[in-house]
T-cell receptor, first 115, second 113 residues
Framework: GAVVSQHPSRVICKSGTSVKIECRSL??????MFWYRQFPKQSLMLMAT?????????EQGVEKDKFLINHASLTLSTLTVTSAHPEDSSFYIC???????????FGPGTRLTVT | DQQVKQNSPSLSVQEGRISILNCDYT??????FLWYKKYPAEGPTFLIS?????DKNEDGRFTVFLNKSAKHLSLHIVPSQPGDSAVYFC????????????FGPGTRLSVLP
């Protein structure tokens, strides 16, 4: 149980375009979803936390107008990278948590390459 | 300032021996800790957790020890297997952080056959 999927797994886009990444909890209701970014050989950096039906809470230094997060249902959250630039190229990972549980279950990640 | 530290970026262990991965934290408010395992180009997989009311939690080959006074936890894997080769992250949380987790930088474990 506790499966989280992400789509797409890899995406290449041109500079200036927008890219949407979907995160779905397949077998549980995710009251909270998290978006992380991982640079090569570095740890996971939390970008934002979203609770279903409310606005996302962004970590310091993360531009909310650039990284749009929507958590429209208990099983789906989306991250849209707007006006992407090469420096946005990274591995983006979502995770989901149900109710009052501590454990987060991670998706497989999305490799974004901006050319 | 790094609140969760994993001072060994890498560790090599012979198959069948014990792997010990260490994690230190600075924030005494942390009260729940998790270990995750991550293969390249995949999301992390939850391994084992421990709350601050315990000093040990065991699940199969994996045991996590918590020393609150030293603000130190460790993950023991015994016996180590080649499939255990991955990056291991420890993460800490407290209600003061809205149950969000702070991740350490990770330790790359290589289990040699």
């Amino acid at each position: 149980g506790a499966v989280v999927s992400q789509h797409p797994s890899r995406v290449i886009c041109k500079s200036g375009t927008s890219v949407k990444i979907e995160c779905r909890s397949l077998d549980f209701q995710a009251t909270t979803m998290f978006w992380y970014r991982q640079f090569p050989k570095q740890s996971l950096m939390l970008m934002a936390t979203s609770n279903e039906g409310s606005k996302a809470t962004y970590e310091q230094g993360v531009e909310k107008d650039k990284f749009l997060i929507n958590h429209a249902s208990l099983t789906l959250s989306t991250l849209t990278v707007t006006s992407a630039h090469p420096e946005d190229s990274s591995f983006y990972i979502c995770s989901a948590r149900s109710g009052g549980l501590y454990e987060q279950y991670f998706g497989p990640g999305t490799r974004l390459t901006v050319t | 300032d790094q609140q969760v530290k994993q001072n060994s970026p890498s560790l090599s262990v012979q198959e069948g021996r014990i792997s010990i991965l260490n994690c230190d934290y600075t924030n005494s408010m942390f009260d729940y800790f998790l270990w995750y395992k991550k293969y390249p180009a995949e999301g992390p997989t939850f391994l084992i957790s421990i709350s601050s009311i315990k000093d040990k939690n065991e699940d199969g080959r994996f045991t996590v020890f918590l020393n609150k006074s030293a603000k130190h936890l460790s993950l023991h894997i015994v016996p180590s297997q080649p499939g255990d080769s991955a990056v291991y992250f420890c993460a800490a949380s407290s209600d003061n952080y809205g149950q969000n987790f702070v991740f350490g930088p990770g330790t790359r474990l290589s289990v040699l056959p």
